[in-house]
């Protein structure tokens, strides 16, 4: 089962600035289904814990379980001055709750940026691990604040990896592609080459 080995058992930590001055430890557990998050303070001389976040509240799932990654990324999402963490396919507020979820699941790689410079704040790309054709897309840009669905290729299975970067001069923001191979799309999602 997926809870098995690392997927479970595996701890990812990163420091977040969830107030917005001082770093707080913010460590992960679970990955492919149960996941919980606790931020940890040390001020003055002590150690405490702000809060903790679980996707399956008494052991209940919820749309957020099994929406992690391999990697969890810290970044002031809706422009408060304070951290949020994007982990996969869901969205952590500073606070320690929920702010969304996709319901895409599980992927690999994951990218948080300033995508498409023409739409105020951050976007997240990402690619799927389950990608049906349908449901589930292969790759998708999302708005990191609200989650809201930028655009998304349709693909099927297992789309294990891809990028963001800005490599193409003549077209405004970063480009986006993937290892499904259909080519590499504008931040808007126009395909602009093979």
Same mark, same amino acid.
């Given at each position: 089962?997926?809870?098995?080995?690392?997927?479970?058992?595996? +701890?990812?930590?990163?420091?977040?600035?969830?107030?917005?001055?001082?770093?707080?430890?913010?460590?992960?557990?679970?990955?492919?289904?149960?996941?919980?998050?606790?931020?940890?303070?040390?001020?003055?001389?002590?150690?405490?814990?702000?809060?903790?976040?679980?996707?399956?509240?008494?052991?209940?799932?919820?749309?957020?379980?099994?929406?992690?990654?391999?990697?969890?990324?810290?970044?002031?999402?809706?422009?408060?001055?304070?951290?949020?963490?994007?982990?996969?396919?869901?969205?952590?507020?500073?606070?320690?709750?929920?702010?969304?979820?996709?319901?895409?699941?599980?992927?690999?790689?994951?990218?948080?940026?300033?995508?498409?410079?023409?739409?105020?704040?951050?976007?997240?790309?990402? +690619?799927?691990?389950?990608?049906?054709?349908?449901?589930?897309?292969?790759?998708?840009?999302?708005?990191?604040?609200?989650?809201?669905?930028?655009?998304?290729?349709?693909?099927?299975?297992?789309?294990?990896? +891809?990028?963001?970067?800005?490599?193409?001069?003549?077209?405004?923001?970063?480009?986006?592609?993937?290892?499904?191979?259909?080519?590499?799309?504008?931040?808007?999602?126009?395909?602009?080459?093979?």
């Amino acid at each position: 089962d997926g809870q098995l080995s690392h997927r479970a058992e595996k +701890c990812m930590w990163s420091v977040a600035y969830l107030d917005g001055v001082n770093p707080s430890f913010v460590i992960s557990k679970g990955i492919y289904h149960r996941i919980k998050l606790e931020a940890w303070n040390f001020r003055d001389g002590k150690l405490a814990k702000q809060w903790a976040y679980d996707t399956d509240p008494s052991g209940v799932a919820t749309n957020y379980t099994g929406s992690g990654y391999h990697n969890f990324i810290v970044g002031d999402v809706d422009g408060d001055g304070k951290d949020e963490i994007m982990y996969g396919s869901m969205g952590v507020d500073e606070n320690g709750k929920g702010l969304y979820s996709t319901g895409f699941g599980h992927g690999d790689a994951q990218h948080l940026a300033d995508i498409n410079p023409d739409i105020k704040g951050l976007e997240h790309f990402a +690619c799927l691990e389950g990608a049906n054709g349908s449901t589930i897309p292969g790759l998708s840009l999302r708005n990191a604040s609200s989650g809201a669905i930028q655009w998304k290729l349709n693909a099927d299975g297992d789309i294990g990896r +891809c990028m963001t970067a800005d490599i193409d001069e003549t077209s405004k923001g970063y480009e986006m592609w993937g290892s499904e191979g259909s080519g590499i799309y504008s931040s808007t999602g126009k395909l602009i080459s093979t």
